[in-house]
């Protein structure tokens, strides 16, 4: 039964991360609330709303006659219902790609050209194109120095205290 209400959730998001941006997120946008690749309208993503409805629709017929323990329900929704999990990943996923492609949303599959956060390696980093930060960095007004950094062993020591 979770099926029929995550699975088109799942579509959506392996479409959005792998399809349309291409596994590419802007880690600096993911710490900021509006005006970011992730804001949408309003804190809204209204084109996984009609995807996930999509999905979800032609399934919970299925469920409702099992669980409602209806006597000899249609043979259609009850096998639609065991097939839950494809169908409202696969239909979802399907109408959020095209919505994407027919309203396509500005920032997909950009990402962060400096490597503000110190995610990647320096062999990732010259591989993908990025520009990693020396130190001394700024990160949103807060100045960082490399003798402000405490071991692994002083923030142990001082979580203890």
């Not at 099926?3 to 710490?31: A, C, E, N, T, W």
């Not at 996984?48 to 999905?55: E, R, T």
């Not at 790609?97 to 110190?118: I, M, S, T």
């Amino acid at each position: 039964s979770f099926s029929v209400f995550l699975s088109p959730i799942m579509g959506i998001m392996v479409v959005d991360f792998y399809l349309l941006r291409k596994g590419r997120i802007q880690l600096s946008h993911l710490y900021r609330v509006k005006d970011t690749s992730y804001w949408y309208t309003k804190g809204i993503n209204w084109r996984a709303i009609p995807a996930w409805i999509c999905g979800w629709a032609p399934t919970i017929g299925g469920l409702v006659v099992t669980v409602g323990g209806l006597q000899n329900p249609p043979r259609a929704l009850v096998q639609l219902y065991y097939m839950a999990f494809l169908v409202g990943f696969f239909v979802s996923g399907t109408i959020f790609y095209l919505l994407n492609l027919v309203f396509p949303y500005p920032g997909l599959g950009k990402y962060d050209e400096v490597d503000v956060y110190q995610t990647f390696t320096p062999h990732e980093a010259i591989k993908l194109g990025v520009v990693q930060v020396v130190e001394p960095q700024v990160l949103d007004g807060i100045a960082i120095r490399s003798d402000d950094k405490k071991t692994e062993a002083e923030v142990i020591v001082e979580k203890s205290l």
